[in-house]
């Protein structure tokens, strides 16, 4: 009896534990950013993944874990984009489209005198 109770707790074959973030990147015009760079960061666990797009603007982050993101895509030339609030579920992808501003400063988005939510508000720590 036990063990037929055991087995019923293994997840099924096929069944998927991981989620993907996934999109594109575009200017104010509509037109892809190739090779802009695109972190996703998991809140709870503080783990970051990077990828870069391809020349069609298009990224894909699979097998991430359950959980809160926040997402960065930034690119020589452009304002960095953050999309926060990023519930990913198990089976539940997300497909984003982010919007590059065109603008002339270069920051780095991970450099501790930039926060986050100042950069959503377009303000930026001095």
């Not at 895509?73 to 990913?88: D, H, M, N, P, Y």
């Amino acid at each position: 009896m036990w063990l037929c109770m055991a087995s019923l707790e293994l997840p099924a074959y096929g069944q998927a534990t991981t989620a993907t973030i996934s999109g594109g990147v575009v200017d104010q015009n509509g037109d892809a950013i190739p090779r802009a760079s695109i972190t996703v960061l998991n809140i709870q666990g503080g783990t970051r993944r990077n990828t870069i797009c391809d020349e069609a603007g298009r990224f894909r982050l699979p097998e991430l874990a359950p959980g809160q993101y926040e997402t960065a895509a930034e690119q020589k030339g452009f304002s960095l984009e953050v999309r926060t609030g990023i519930v990913l579920t198990l089976n539940r992808d997300a497909v984003l489209t982010l919007i590059l501003s065109f603008s002339d400063f270069d920051k780095d988005p991970f450099d501790p005198k930039y926060r986050i939510e100042d950069m959503k508000r377009g303000r930026v720590a001095r």
